[in-house]
Nanobody, 116 residues
Framework: QVQLVESGGGLVLAGGSLRLSCATS????????MAWYRQAPGEQRDLVAA???????NYADSVKGRFTISRDNVKKTVYLQMNSLKPEDTAVYYC??????????WGQGTQVTVSS
């Protein structure tokens, strides 16, 4: 009964690209706001990007212009396309789904490591 499963993380050189996927089994996926968060060692978990049920997006300033969040309501999957990766992007990336009533589902996270 795992509701969110991230994939696509790994090792990449600075300047490279990576595409993260978050597959869900949520029947109410289409009504959820989906988001990607990240947490580097010793740091807080911060919002990276979010996309609403109507596909309105917002991004952290640090990733604006480099990352793109998208969703597929048929596949019940949210994606994070990460381009021009920097070492400071290194973190565990978490997928989150927020229901209309405010309940949050969290994934287990996937490691992204960017080396220079």
């Amino acid at each position: 009964q795992v509701q969110l499963v991230e994939s696509g993380g790994g090792l990449v050189l600075a300047g490279g690209s990576l595409r993260l996927s978050c597959a869900t089994s949520l029947n109410i996926f289409s009504s959820c706001t989906m988001a990607w968060y990240r947490q580097a060692p010793g740091e807080q978990r911060d919002l990276v990007a979010a996309i609403t049920s109507t596909s309105v997006t917002n991004y952290a300033d640090s990733v604006k212009g480099r990352f793109t969040i998208s969703r597929d309501n048929v596949k019940k999957t949210v994606y994070l396309q990460m381009n021009s990766l920097k070492p400071e992007d290194t973190a565990v990336y978490y997928c989150k789904a927020r229901r209309l009533d405010g309940y949050n589902y969290w994934g287990q996270g996937t490691q992204v490591t960017v080396s220079s």
